[in-house]
């Protein structure tokens, strides 16, 4: 079956940039997705990029994709304390059947 | 106001005791689904549903079953719960559309942590 894996842990400094990486292994996927969970809530969609994209830029977030190394990065620039959650990536395949989520990174932003 | 409402927030029980977490959403969604999420592993789907009547199982559906009679309400029943289901558990709703090209953003519940001893 699909794979969706990201490392577990990042810590940053306040305004510094972040970046959490994704690995999928579905080529098929047709959306991939960021979204992002604070501490004792549901999951927020925060970005999502089509599959024959390469970039994508919405205020502080750039995602990058490389889909021949079905990598997926999401880049935060000027990293805030409101930053601070658990980021999933997420893959979908055409017709949206299913959604796969990676085991998601937990951001920590030191003041 | 667009949500999807979950029911329990909170609940402790034991094992055996049939359970269910309902999930309801106001927006005519088509597509619903329930995942858990437990630390390490992310979240993983249970069931989901691209409409009416049509569920189907996803990554890790033994021990749970779900039903769709109704377009707003997605349950999720534990007819026998064991201490492997203590989780976190979240329902979520999209358009849903078999397009392609379509966008489909989730919406997620706030969550149901389940306790089974």
């Known amino acids: 079956g699909e794979d969706v894996e990201q490392s577990l842990f990042l810590s940053v400094r306040e305004g510094d940039s972040s970046v959490i990486n994704c690995t999928y292994t579905d080529s098929s996927s047709t959306y991939l997705y960021w979204y992002k969970q604070e501490p004792g809530a549901g999951l927020q969609l925060l970005t999502y990029?089509?599959?024959?994209?390469d970039m994508k830029q919405d205020q502080r977030l750039t995602v990058l994709l490389n889909k021949k190394d079905k990598h997926l990065s999401l880049r935060i620039a000027d990293t805030q304390t409101g930053d601070s959650a658990i980021y999933f990536c997420a893959e979908a395949t055409m017709g949206y059947q299913k959604v796969t989520f990676g085991t998601g990174t937990k951001l920590q932003v030191i003041p | 106001e667009a949500q999807v409402t979950q029911n329990p927030r909170y609940l402790i029980t034991v094992t055996g005791k049939k359970l269910t977490v309902t999930c309801s959403q106001n927006m005519n969604h088509e597509y619903m689904s329930w995942y858990r999420q437990d630390p390490g592993l992310g979240l993983r789907q249970i069931y989901y549903s691209m409409n009416v009547e049509v569920t189907d199982k996803g990554d890790v559906p033994e021990g749970y079953k779900v039903s769709r009679k109704e377009k707003r309400n997605f349950p999720l029943i534990l007819e026998s719960p064991s201490p492997n289901q203590t989780s976190l558990y979240f329902c979520a709703s999209s358009l849903g559309g078999v397009r392609d090209r379509d966008f489909n953003e989730q919406f997620f519940g706030p969550g149901t942590r389940l306790t089974v001893l």
């Open positions: 990029i089509f599959s024959n994209m």
